[in-house]
């Protein structure tokens, strides 16, 4: 079961996994909210972990017209999200070579991409690095969303989280918190 399955891998490697359970449909829901579907050509998900966004974004693309593809760090993450995806295309690597992948498409920058990535877990050299990588990978007006649990937005990371993404993208939106998450969580839209 995937939830079995999530938390051997949060014991296992905690920093990269960072959450105790799979996200929420209601999370997912918000966010991919702001993704214009009709419009997108290409669209990147960041630690895809189980799947959970991976089917939303599935399910409302056109695959015949949407470039779609995840980048998973974990290889054992990596091989349940294509067990539980297996349309999705998900390659094992570091959502910091996000432009090498958009490059093998043919592509400079995608319409939208979503993470979720633990950020809290990150050094701050590394949420810089891909933080910069996602904005020159992005369109311009291009899209970026992301969660953050509720219950650390007031401890001084959560914070200073909340101002880099002020300082990398042109305009930060926080949703409502979705309660129907483990822990509630919102979802930052960041627009470049
Ligand atoms: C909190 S889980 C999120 C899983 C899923 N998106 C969800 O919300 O249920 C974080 C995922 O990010 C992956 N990850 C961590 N660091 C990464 C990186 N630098 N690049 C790509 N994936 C990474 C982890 O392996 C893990 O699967």
């Given at each position: 079961m995937a939830i079995w399955h999530y938390l051997s891998q949060f014991c296992r490697e905690p920093r990269t996994i960072g959450a105790i359970a799979p996200s929420s449909k209601q999370l997912a829901a918000r966010m991919i909210e702001p993704i214009d579907f009709k419009r997108a050509r290409v669209i990147v998900e960041y630690?895809?972990?189980?799947?959970v966004f991976t089917r939303h974004v599935l399910e409302r693309i056109d695959r015949d017209r949407t470039i779609f593809f995840g980048l998973e760090l974990n290889e054992k993450m990596n091989r349940l999200v294509m067990e539980k995806t297996p349309d999705a295309v998900i390659y094992?690597?570091?959502?910091?070579a996000v432009k090498k992948y958009l490059r093998q498409y043919?592509?400079?920058?995608?319409?939208a991409i979503i993470s979720g990535l633990?950020?809290?877990?990150?050094s701050e050299s590394l949420q810089d690095e891909i933080l910069s990588e996602t904005v020159s990978g992005l369109k311009k007006n291009g899209i970026f969303t992301t969660f953050a649990y509720l219950h650390g937005l007031v401890l001084p990371s959560g914070k200073r989280f909340r101002q880099k993404l002020l300082k990398y993208f042109s305009k930060v939106e926080a949703s409502p918190?979705?309660?129907?998450n483990l822990p509630p969580a919102l979802v930052y839209w960041c627009r470049k």
């Open positions: 630690g895809p972990g189980c799947g094992q690597d570091s959502a910091a043919g592509v400079k920058h995608a319409d633990p950020w809290a877990s990150f918190v979705v309660w129907e």
